[in-house]
């Protein structure tokens, strides 16, 4: 029977910061009209993430062309392309004094490019104001159309980040309109051209507590470090609001440690894993610690 998010346990609750320091980043983006992933996913790290002074922009809009069962962002019809949002976020992320910068967007099904040249005028945006600073792109699939996965990663990211979010059984019962194939896809043409170009990793994440076992987490596991993906973010699946997908069950610590452990037998090189981890969690030392050693 699927767990209430009434009974949450103490490990999946994060107490680090209560938005005591949040208030310049808050205002910030106010200021800058910026959207983040941590306030429209409802990240239950925002208290600690904003108290360090760091947030996920999410490009494009609050408004995503698809619906998935796990996630809260708004669907709909979104607003069109703003071409001043990568010089506001440029410009943000230099007044929070950032060195390391994550980017997201919702899902752009409507446009021509599926969000691709934001992403790129926004890391030019950020390495033209903020010369050495290190950005980590998490996108979606652009439909697997790799000459849109090509503009990205010519544009040269530290990290480009695609998540499968779950195992391939549980994938259509989640994500709207994604396939378990095709993310695959998404990380192993992102990992080709990583490797052509010489420069930037490929990292990807996923949620448990949706209801898959152990072997197909350990599956799943494989699938991704056979593209080439050397980072993995593993974190617990919380239900945003009672109209999204249940929580099957919520993951113990020490399930999370093994589960890290059985990421380093598979061969990646920084695993991050954990009830609160998310793909941005910390993202700057996740990349610190792998820079350099990645296989
Ligand atoms: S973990 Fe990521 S999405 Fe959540 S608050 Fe932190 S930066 Fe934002």
Redesign the pocket.
């Known amino acids: 029977m699927p767990v209430t998010q009434q009974r949450l346990p103490s490990w999946v609750v994060n107490r680090t910061g209560r938005l005591g320091n949040a208030e310049p980043v808050i205002r910030r983006l106010r200021k800058g009209r910026l959207v983040?992933?941590?306030e429209e996913?409802r990240?239950p790290?925002?208290g600690e993430?904003f108290d360090r002074g760091?947030?996920?922009f999410m490009l494009l809009g609050d408004t995503c062309t698809r619906r998935c069962a796990f996630c809260s962002v708004t669907t709909g019809r979104p607003r069109p392309v703003d071409p001043l949002e990568p010089a506001r976020v440029a410009e943000t992320a230099a007044q929070m004094g950032l060195r390391y910068v994550?980017v997201t967007t919702v899902a752009r099904d409507d446009l021509a490019d599926e969000g691709a040249g934001q992403f790129v005028r926004t890391i030019a945006a950020l390495r033209k104001r903020l010369p050495g600073v290190e950005v980590e792109v998490l996108t979606g699939d652009f439909n697997g159309r790799e000459e849109l996965l090509g503009r990205v990663i010519a544009a040269r990211p530290d990290v480009f980040g695609h998540n499968l979010e779950t195992v391939r059984r549980v994938t259509p019962q989640i994500r709207g309109r994604a396939t378990y194939d095709r993310s695959l896809e998404v990380l192993r043409v992102a990992g080709r051209l990583v490797r052509e170009q010489g420069f930037g990793l490929v990292k990807s994440g996923v949620m448990v507590g949706l209801g898959e076992t152990r072997e197909e987490l350990s599956e799943t596991m494989k699938d991704i470090r056979s593209t080439g993906c050397s980072i993995i973010t593993v974190g617990q699946y919380l239900r945003p609001t009672r109209a999204h997908h249940a929580v099957a069950r919520y993951v113990e610590p020490h399930e999370f440690e093994e589960i890290a452990a059985q990421a380093r037998a598979i061969g990646f090189a920084e695993v991050a894993s954990g009830a609160l981890v998310?793909s941005?969690?910390r993202a700057d030392k996740v990349f610190a610690t792998v820079r350099g050693s990645a296989p």
């Open positions: 983040t992933v941590c996913a990240c790290n925002i993430c760091t947030a996920t994550v998310r941005s969690y």
